[in-house]
Structures are given as C-alpha cells and as structure tokens.
C-alpha cells in the first residue's frame, strides 16, 4: 500500500547542519521531494485545519526511485584474523539460551564462508540442536549435530572441537540446572573425511551467520534469538570435560595457554564494542542494538545492579528484529540554510499516489533564540513510540483502546514489513520486550498526515495554533536538552510542552528543573508527561533506551534483574519510583488512561484567587472548560493527570480547575493503585480527574499545567476561538513577560 | 464468563444506534467480548483511502505476513465498518446470524 518510505539523518537541526534524506520507493521509479514547513498535520476533512507550506529548497525535484535493503537481526561481528583462518585443531564454545530454538537454523558463532565452504560453523539447526559444520573449501561440507533441540529459555555451554590427528568432530550441549527437569544435555560426534578449509574471508559473526547483501554489503543472516555469554575460541580440541572447565573458568587463557580469544560481553557495556579479554585482543563489535547488560548463565541473584556485578552480566541479548540504523544510501542532502526560521519541517515524498514525510526540527543556532517562547518537541517519546505495534498485536489492545482495530496505511506497512522493527511498547518475537527504539529508520507516524493522531501529529495541533494566534516561537527538541541542558531553555522566557513528554532522561530532567527553578516558566500543555526515565548515548546516538521497572502501563513486562539500563547504569522505570514524581516537576502526575470519552473542566475556588487572575480572564465564573475537542470530544482525556501533595506537588499550588465526565473505560492506571478493585473507572471513581495546575518559583519562574493529552485537540474548535485557546494564550502571554512572578506570601 | 445470548437482537440495534459508544453495561459485555476474539480469528478495518474508504480484512498470524481484503466489503462510512464488523464477530462467537 505504501509506495514510499524515507527517513532523515537527524531529527533536530540548525542552521549550517546538513540533512541526509534516505529513500526508498516500492514500484515507482521517479519521485518527487519537496521542502515543507509543517503548521498543523491534523487532515481531518471535518476540521479543516491542515497546514503546510512549501518553501523552496535547492534539493527540490525528481529524482529516481530505488528499493533501500533493511536488514533487521542484532549481532556481533568480529573482523577475519589469520589466528581464526589458520586453526587446526579447535574449539569453539559458548554459553547458550536459546529463546526460539524451534524457528529454524540460527548461527551461533560461524566464520563461514558459503560460497566456498571453507571455515566453521556452530548453529541450532534445524530441529533445534547445536550443531557444528566444516567445509573442504570447495563445496564439501560435514555436519555434526547433537541431535536433541536445546531446551527453551534454559543455559546450556555448546562446544564443539575438531581434533585434525583423529579427523573427528565432535559437538555437544551441556544443560544447565537439570534438578527440577529432564536434561537437553547430548553429544556426538562424526568423521571428518576431508582437511578442513578454515581460510573464510568473512568475519566471525556471532548470533547469526554471515551474508553478503545485494551489492557486497557485507551483514548477517539466519539470526539467533536469545542469550550468548562467554564465546570462546581455542586452538586445541579440548574433550568434554576439560571444555566444560573452561567455559565455566572467568580467566581460560590462564588455565589453557591454547586460547586463542575469550570474548568478555561484561565489558564495555553501554558501547558497541565486543571486547576479547583473551591474550590477541581480536575485538569487534555489536551490530542492531541487541540487549546487553542482561543476565549471565552465572547470575546469582544476589545483585540487581549490573554495575555491582559485571562478571554475572557477560550475556547479550539478541533478536531477529532488532534494528538500529537501516543504514540506506543518501538520496540528497540539504544544508540548512542561515536564514531558514526555526520550526517544524518535512521534507514531502512523493511518487504516483503516495507521499511520505521526512520531519525534521529546525533549531535556533546553539547559544541564540529567535523568539521569547520555545515549543519542546517531545523527541524522546517520538522516538520511544517509533513504529508502535502494540495496538494490533496484543489481544487486549482492542479492549485497552476501546475500538474495534483499525489499521492506517503507514501500520499495514509496519505489519507487512517486520523489518522496520519495533517501539519501546512492543514485544520481540522471542516474547522479551523491546528496550531501544531508533529514529535512524523510517518511522511511519513522525510526520503530518497519520493517524491515529498522536505525538509529533498532535503536537502540530499546538503549533497550528501558535501560529493561528500569532505566538512567536522557536522549536527545540528532547535531544538538544538533553544534550545541552539549562543553557538551551534560558535562551528563553518560557517553554511550552507537546501534549505528551512522557520519556525523561536524567539530564532533560535535571535541566528542566534548574531553568523553572531559576525563573523559567513552563506550560505544560499535555498529559501523561515526565513519567518514565530513559536513557540516550553518545556512543549510539539517535535512540532511546527503556526499562520498563517494577510499575506503570509497561505494555509488557521487564526482565527480573535487569532493570539497570545499559546504556548509562541508570535504575530504569517510572520517575515516580525514583523518588521524584512528577507532581514534584509541574504539579501533576498520571492518574488515568481511557480513550472512548473525554471529560471537561469546572473552575475550582483557587482559580479566583488572584495570583490565577491573568489566566482566567475572559473566561466566565461559571464557564465549563474544554467540552468539545477533537479527542473523543473534550479537552481532559486519553491520558490525565491529577494533584497529589504526597507526591510532591508544591504546597503553594494553586488547583484551578478539575475535570469531570469521564467514562467507566477511563481507568485508573497501575501506578496509582496497590490493588484492582470494582470501582476503577472515571464513572465511580473520584481519583479520575485530570487537574488543571499553576504555581510560581522562588526564582520568578512559574508553571502551569492541564495535565490532559487531549488539551491541545481542543484548541482548534470554532476557528481557535474557544475557552481552552483562551486560558493557554493568556498563560503563554503572561509567561514571555519578564517580570517574575511572587511566590505568594512572598 | 460472559456469553452473548444471540436472542438479545435489541444489543444490535442498540450499537447500531451508537456504534461509537460509550455503551449500556450489557453492551459493553458484548463489545468486550467480540474484542476479545483470538486475534487470527478477528476480522479488523483497514483504512485504505484516509478518510475516505475502509475495507475489513483478516488479521495475518505472524509479523510480516500479508493482510487478507474483504474486496466486497469497503466502506465510505467508518461507523458503518464497525456496524459489519460488530455483526461479522457476532456471528462468529455465537454461530447466528444477525437479521
Ligand atoms: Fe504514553
């Protein structure tokens, strides 16, 4: 259904940076690209508030078409060395726990080439079992299998030795912990009739085998799903016993001088490099993001914190689908322009009756503003929904959403193409779920046009409105505070959110607070925000990194023992859980989810107070709020937050307004709760509300909040004349004047 | 747990009123029931012109595996979609046929 796809280098940009735009097309040989800058993505016929506006761009025109290969599979790939070609006797062992050994033939640890036959391979083959291959260099092959398929989800150590004297093979698998269950453990071994070629010019890739794509790009196939930890090479056939003793042995090469490589996952972790601990530093590297820090065959249970005992750690992770960079070749390149004005932009794809749009943000150049006011975009939660399959591959998501499924073009791509990988809410086809989620792929919801309305799309519904009311704004992004702090939010007088910056990092986080506290001023006008910790790295840049600890919606569940995140040490999981809610940030945290109806809000006491005086004018005593919208018909709902001093909402915070009317499927989310109960939806449960929030800082600062995902929807109604337009353009009036706010009583 | 008594027809007209709810206690049973389907057996809507046209189609088993059309049953009306999958489910979870 989709006849174009694409996907830019970077999401945030500035002038002088250069944009790299990958194409790719299914059918159509020419395409079009055009420069765009993006005012409101929601199409909605009924609404009529779609905007975009082309400007020109040196890369605009046609150009031909092309099929980009995506190779999803996480690996590890070490580069040809002569002390692996040239092995006689060998052996080669790891520790294994296969998580689908019934899909079908996987490689283990091969430095094969298929095209001669020449190298070695250890795989589960076909029926499940550790197997280990050899090639005579000219298309001979021997094949030696245990034979019995590795148990599901257990550790086994899998070796296999070829002794050149006896001309034997031998292969083996040794089950780990039989006292409750019967033991895969099995051995056999075959005659070897030939001299074993073992001068592959591929590399040695572990958890997969190796390919050579269309055009000599070099990559992997056959991918293996599950853990490996320990992969060891040695120049001697060692039999069963002594093989056993060195895999269980942390230092081999002290115990056996013939060791040529001992691969060492614990270090390093965090980065892409693969480390060979041994005595030839044979050292490689991760392809696709596989999962490290993650439990070895050696995990004890007494520490929960990799940090704390790396030497249980030493397993990787890895899945079919895992995907980092799809790595296509650049279609054109854009270089942006001094005096292009900061804001959100696509470039616009399009071939016969499709489009695509590459969205990209347009920052100010480091250290300047252009505007009093910036829009933060939400990139983290961008990213971390990236290519969401959730909603039509989990049995309850029907219930959970309350419809009936519905696919949009840009999902039935996703389902038809599994190799654009997965979202931080999705689970592997091994069933673990999915920590990292990429942006250096295409994304088939990060732009103008899709549906169901969501993230970037609806953010545009504050934007449109921006530009509608004629708010000057820069645009910034998650990416850029993360990379750069407080000194990126006090270029400006005040920060407004998207509806839905629900993906914190420890330095967005810190940032944000030191700006507010320092006089900064934000509206928060969304919900469901500042509620998990995430991690990004400068070692992989352009994707986030989740764990999904102990509590919240998590989609899915977390690994026991692995809720240290990789890539910064970090305990992953809900802010709320670290000790910092974040009703301690801006008032108001997360209490319900439901998507069929949305409530509205009534003015509270407080909202007459005169500290509130600037955000209610124009608005009536009595004047109910945000009854109309484009999420299920109001401005509180899809996801809500409320006030809860206990968890740090400021005692001086004023409550200005809470909603009402929602639904028995809106429901009160896990955090919230120690126990289900029969009184967990907004029809009867008095803790689902959404709280309309403003306080000042000591600094001059202030913060307001609606603590509704579905605010920004109600913006557009009437023409953007409506009372949810009124109350946001007084607060952002008010919040790029610099006089300080008072702290009252002050 | 709950099951749909097929003779209760005024759940249909019921839907057909307000196919996009919130709906009555006993309908709610009924719509979470037909949601609840095995996913290889549901049969889901397809958006396959934007806001335009809809087609059911059949949920494939496996990831990367093709949707299956309903070629003779597209929609210029999304609630009138839900209406033929509402029934279609209904039919498959109690084995009669709604009039
Ligand atoms: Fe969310």
């Known amino acids: 259904m989709k006849k174009i796809i694409g996907y830019g280098s970077a999401w945030t940009v500035m002038p002088g940076d250069t944009l790299n735009v990958m194409v790719s097309t299914y059918g159509p040989d020419r395409f079009r690209a055009n420069l765009v800058r993006v005012i409101c993505g929601n199409d909605d016929p009924d609404l009529d508030i779609y905007r975009e506006e082309e400007i020109a761009a040196p890369f605009a025109g046609e150009y031909p078409g092309r099929d980009q290969l995506t190779v999803a599979g996480s690996y590890v790939t070490i580069p040809s060395s002569p002390l692996m070609t040239g092995l006689g006797s060998f052996t080669v062992q790891a520790w294994v726990f296969p998580t689908t050994p019934e899909k079908g033939a996987q490689g283990l640890i091969a430095n094969w080439d298929d095209a001669t036959a020449s190298g070695f391979a250890l795989t589960i083959d076909d029926s499940g079992a550790a197997a280990m291959r050899l090639g005579d260099g000219s298309g001979g092959t021997v094949e030696v299998t245990t034979g019995k398929s590795l148990a599901k989800r257990r550790w086994h150590l899998v070796s296999a030795a070829y002794d050149a004297a006896a001309a034997a093979l031998t292969v083996s698998q040794d089950f780990i912990g039989p006292q409750f269950e019967a033991s895969t453990s099995a051995s056999a071994t075959g005659a070897v009739g030939f001299t074993p070629a073992m001068g592959s010019a591929q590399p040695l890739i572990m958890a997969a085998m190796p390919a050579t794509h269309p055009a000599g790009r070099p990559g992997a196939s056959h991918f293996f799903n599950g853990k490996l930890d320990r992969p060891r090479l040695v120049g001697s056939a060692l039999n069963l016993a002594d093989s056993a003793a060195l895999g269980w042995d942390a230092l081999p090469h002290e115990r056996d001088t013939s060791v040529v490589a001992a691969w060492d996952f614990s270090r390093d972790i965090g980065g892409a490099t693969v480390i060979d601990a041994g005595p030839n530093g044979l050292h490689g590297r991760v392809v696709n993001l596989p999962s490290r820090a993650v439990k070895g065959f050696n995990w004890s249970g007494t520490e929960q914190n990799w940090r704390h005992a790396p030497q249980e750690y030493g397993a990787i992770h890895f899945h079919d689908d895992d995907l980092y960079d799809a790595e296509w070749d650049t279609d054109f390149s854009y270089e942006i322009p001094a005096d292009l004005r900061s804001g959100v932009y696509a470039v616009r794809l399009r071939a016969d009756d499709d489009e695509w749009y590459v969205t990209f943000f347009v920052r100010p150049p480091r250290g300047t503003a252009t505007a009093k006011l910036a829009f933060l975009a939400s990139t983290a939660t961008y990213m971390a929904y990236s290519n969401i399959q959730w909603t039509w591959q989990e049995h309850f998501g029907e219930v959970a959403e309350c419809y009936w499924t519905t696919m949009e073009p840009g999902e039935v791509f996703l389902q038809e193409h599994a190799e654009y990988g997965l979202s931080t809410y999705d689970t592997h086809s091994d069933g673990s779920g999915v920590r990292y989620a990429s942006r250096l792929r295409p994304v088939s919801q990060m732009g103008p046009k899709t549906a169901p309305v969501w993230n970037i799309n609806a953010d545009t519904h504050i934007l449109g409105w921006l530009e509608e009311r004629g708010i000057e704004y820069d645009v910034i992004t998650d990416e850029d505070l993360h990379n750069e702090g407080v000194a990126l939010l006090e270029q400006y007088s005040a920060v407004v959110t998207g509806a839905h910056p629900e993906y914190y990092t420890t330095p967005m986080w810190d940032g944000l607070r030191t700006y507010l506290a320092r006089g900064g001023r934000m509206a928060y006008l969304g919900g469901n925000g500042f509620i998990w910790r995430c991690a990004m790295s400068d070692a992989m840049p352009g994707v986030i990194e989740l764990r999904r600890a102990e509590d919240g919606i998590r989609y899915r569940d977390e690994e026991p023992g692995e809720y240290y995140m990789e890539f910064n040490g970090e305990y992953g999981g809900l802010w709320r859980r670290l000790g910092m809610a974040p009703q301690a940030l801006c008032g108001v945290g997360t209490v319900a989810v439901g998507f069929d109806v949305s409530g509205y809000y009534i003015r509270k006491e407080a909202s007459f107070d005169a500290r509130a005086g600037f955000i209610f004018e124009g608005i009536g005593d009595d004047e109910v709020i945000g009854n109309f919208g484009f999420f299920a018909g109001g401005a509180s709902g899809t996801e809500i937050d409320a006030a809860d001093p206990m968890l740090g909402t400021p005692p001086h915070t004023l409550i200005l307004a809470t909603s009402e009317g929602h639904s028995a499927n809106t429901m009160i989310v896990p955090d919230e709760i120690g126990l289900n109960h029969s009184a967990m939806g907004g029809d009867q449960n008095p803790d689902v509300r959404a709280d309309m929030t403003f306080f000042e800082t000591p600094g001059g600062g202030a913060v307001f909040s609606v603590g509704s995902i579905a605010w920004p929807g109600s913006l557009p109604h009437n023409g953007y004349d409506n009372n949810v337009s009124r109350v946001s353009e007084n607060v952002l009036r008010r919040f790029v004047d610099d006089a300080p706010f008072a702290m009252p009583d002050g | ?99």
């Open chain 2, 1 to 99: 747990m709950y099951e749909i008594d097929p003779s209760r027809t005024d759940l249909i007209e019921e839907f057909d009123q307000n196919p996009g709810g919130p709906h009555s206690p006993e309908l709610a049973l009924v719509v979470n029931r037909l949601r609840l389907m095995p996913m290889e057996e549901r049969i889901i809507i397809v958006c396959t012109k934007r806001h335009v046209e809809w087609t059911l189609a059949k949920m494939p088993k496996v990831r990367g595996a093709k949707l299956e059309y309903y070629d003779d049953l597209v929609f210029d009306d999304y609630y009138a979609a839900t209406k033929k999958v509402f029934r279609i489910r209904w039919q498959a979870v109690t084995g009669v046929a709604p009039a």
